[in-house]
């Protein structure tokens, strides 16, 4: 079975990313993790959360070669998913739960670095402040949002029929929507 198109999740989580680098009416909680692992030297990791009315937002950029750490401004992560875009195959992960370090080595191991993959890990969890009267559930329930994906980037289309052909093929979603209780996007309920 074909590997099957995430782009426009990955889009839809990189909008969600960038309106959470600053504080935002929207939201009365969220906290948030992103992983880029580039298939070049440098690799980059941001988080940000806002509890009440206390936020706090971290970027870094890690050369993978000399193991050198500098800050990134957080607000770059929108340039740094843009690139992740340009990939011309997104699908995601779909194997056991492990750390995006680990998946990406995993692949490694299977021999599957020939096809230069990118991984891009987003983990959220949004307690939206917006106005619920409208939903008939009365002003107590508030909508929260989770998502814990490992979006998988590969240069070409032929580079991602290999891997589909490939051992860590079986690692990867081949439904839309991914249905899984470890991996999943914009997963929404009431609290």
């Not at 990791?45 to 937002?57: A, E, I, N, P, Q």
């Not at 957080?74 to 995006?100: C, H, K, M, W």
């Not at 009365?138 to 979006?151: A, C, K, S, Y």
Request: with cysteine; glycine share 8%.
């Amino acid at each position: 079975m074909p590997l099957q198109n995430y782009r426009d999740t990955f889009i839809s989580c990189l909008a969600t990313l960038k309106s959470l680098t600053s504080a935002s009416d929207e939201y009365a909680r969220f906290r948030w993790q992103a992983i880029y692992l580039t298939r070049d030297r440098f690799s980059y990791f941001f988080r940000g959360d806002l509890d009440g009315v206390k936020t706090s937002f971290f970027g870094q950029q890690m050369d993978v070669t000399n193991g050198a750490i500098s800050s990134v401004p957080t607000r770059s992560i929108a340039l740094y998913g843009a690139t992740f875009g340009l990939n011309e195959t997104i699908t995601v992960y779909d194997g056991p739960q492990r750390s995006v370090i680990d998946v990406a080595h995993a692949f490694s191991e299977e021999g599957v670095e020939d096809y230069q993959a990118e991984f891009f890990y987003v983990r959220m969890s949004l307690l939206h402040a917006t106005d619920h009267s409208r939903t008939g559930l009365g002003d107590d329930p508030l909508l929260r949002e989770n998502t814990n994906i490992i979006f998988v980037g590969l240069e070409d289309h032929a580079t991602a029929d290999l891997l589909e052909g490939s051992g860590v093929g079986r690692w990867m979603a081949t439904g839309k929507p991914m249905a899984s209780s470890e991996w999943y996007a914009e997963r929404y309920y009431y609290r």
